[in-house]
């Protein structure tokens, strides 16, 4: 038996949309007030999905302590309170739309979680705008 | 890289469940008192999923902006404050049930939205009531 | 020892804002697309909060049971799936803004509970517009 | 055009992960403060989606009050204000984890519902721990 | 300028309504299936309130961080997946309702928190059901 | 009679807590990684409640639709996707806590609304973290 086990998490976080190699007025054309040189920001709310089998045994997909202690290491430690664009290496080079940030974070759970679970990253960036990416 | 972008709305109607060829015996029961003839109402909340590629230059699956402006003048405009049995042009033949109101939501966007992407509509008549449409 | 109990309750409806005496313009003029002769619709979440002396024999401030109950006979079965208009004896002559409509099931709700308690009403009309009365 | 119909429904119990054939130290290694002898306790909140036709007569995928009638009699009357490991008969050797659980109350639902449909259970433990079910 | 700061915390647990001193009969009578001998449990969502001056120097009522520990250590680490009844001295002798768990919450935070402050205890033990304690 | 109507409101900013006239010692050693030179940010939720007479002719306590106008000109256009320490006057020399965020949005809405009614800021840092000022 096949199931989708969630944990939810948060980190608040800066960002600006943005492409250094445009011009601020391609920026604005494009990412309006999120290209704010002076950055805005978000509570993100991070919901982890992974889908994998019953374990007969445990009844349990996944050891939830274990799913908690990779999105707290690898997400919750590396982006809450941080200015995503300055301080998280990822986001270097890569705009951090909401798109981009839930790629970030299924690839970096990715490297931690056995590939016979499936992974699926919602991330709300606003309580009305909200991505899920699934590794497609 | 293929995600589904959402983005959350909400309009308030009046509505009443009841087709105009049956009797008022047939539509009390089936529709009990949805089908009150003095209509009751409901504020709708709408989700819209739109899922597409990720475009590496802007790192969006689609402009926000636009999805939003859709959203507004199609839906929003459309059937806020409004009656929908007797004022949405869409429901004079058709029952305003959650899965229709769903389904002319779907096709209204499925004409202004490109057809590279996926479109998925939620909508909730009530936070205890929901449904769910993708086109199939 | 004294404490608020609070118990969540909702019903759905259809109204229309508008007075009788008034000319359709000066409706239109306060009320806007609230005063669609129509009706438009809400689902009505409610909160009853009950304030009195937890009883030290029980531990409980007011039977919730008993509360439920009076919730249910006096305002869900009096109000759900109604036009609040045409339907309900109080708004005959009353218009049925929220401000009223929270004083209603106030006032319906005083005769049923013993003085002692002091009620409270919170309505929210949609999520983000609601009012609280306490019978000031 | 199939569509899924959602139907968000609650219960309150007891609980106690462990297993009989299992040491105390290899119940507390793997199941943490879940497996405390004495039971702690949750408010489920689940939700079940139902995936079917839309009638084109009714404009319903199906009757919500018989979808209500059946989560009530099938699941809140069995499970509500419960002890599940000693009070719910399919959890007598089953670990009421909350995979079990909502594989327990999918199948149940499997039993009433038309098998033209199928079945999706969402189950809450806690806002933050959830799990989706869909018979695979 | 004084201001109230609220916190928002939770914690799982298993109880039962009685008193021992009555018989089973009494108990169902009045604490119906919240008497179940076999116990059911709540995920309880606490948010403490505290009041006091905003300090000019630092913008804070009261630091957070402060709060957080006390809610933890006071709260979080004596009730979370317990058994109220069994495991929790305060509800030895004294009847776990919601109201004396929000009055035992509030005792326990008004021994750690100077007295220039009110604090306001508000505990859910359904998304439906609350109570709100401020030490009156 | 006299009552409270509410109005939900939203805005997304970046900030820093910190004080110019501390070390970077001093101000880490307050304020933690919210002092983050780079900033962070947030989804701030923002509840007005403005108290007053129920007008008997038109039922409304006040004209929502100039308490929305209120709030979009003086908070939302003002404070959403800036940087509240560095593009919002009123920061310039304040540190932006949600304390005093919620007194500057007080005090601007005093400006605005007729000193007959009662207003209330209610501040969401995060769902977990929330402030209430009432001008006392």
Chains 1, 2, 3, 4, 5, 6 share one sequence.
């Not at 739309?97 to 991330?123: F, S």
Request: net charge negative; proline share 3%.
């Amino acid at each position: 038996m096949r199931m989708k086990v969630c944990r939810r998490a948060h980190f608040n976080a800066a960002h600006r949309l943005y492409r250094k190699d445009w011009s601020d007025e391609q920026n604005v054309a494009i990412f309006g007030k999120c290209s704010n040189p002076n950055y805005h920001g978000h509570n993100y709310e991070l919901i982890v999905g992974v889908t994998g089998e019953v374990d007969p045994e445990t009844g349990f997909v996944i050891d939830l302590k274990k799913l908690k202690d990779y999105i707290k290491s690898e997400i919750e430690e590396a982006f809450d309170h941080k200015n995503l664009n300055e301080e998280v290496v990822e986001f270097k080079e890569l705009n951090p739309t909401a798109e981009n940030i839930a790629i970030v974070i299924w690839k970096k759970l990715r490297k931690k979680i056995d590939t016979t679970y499936d992974i699926e990253v919602t991330l709300y960036e606003t309580p009305r705008n909200f991505v899920v990416y699934n590794g497609e």
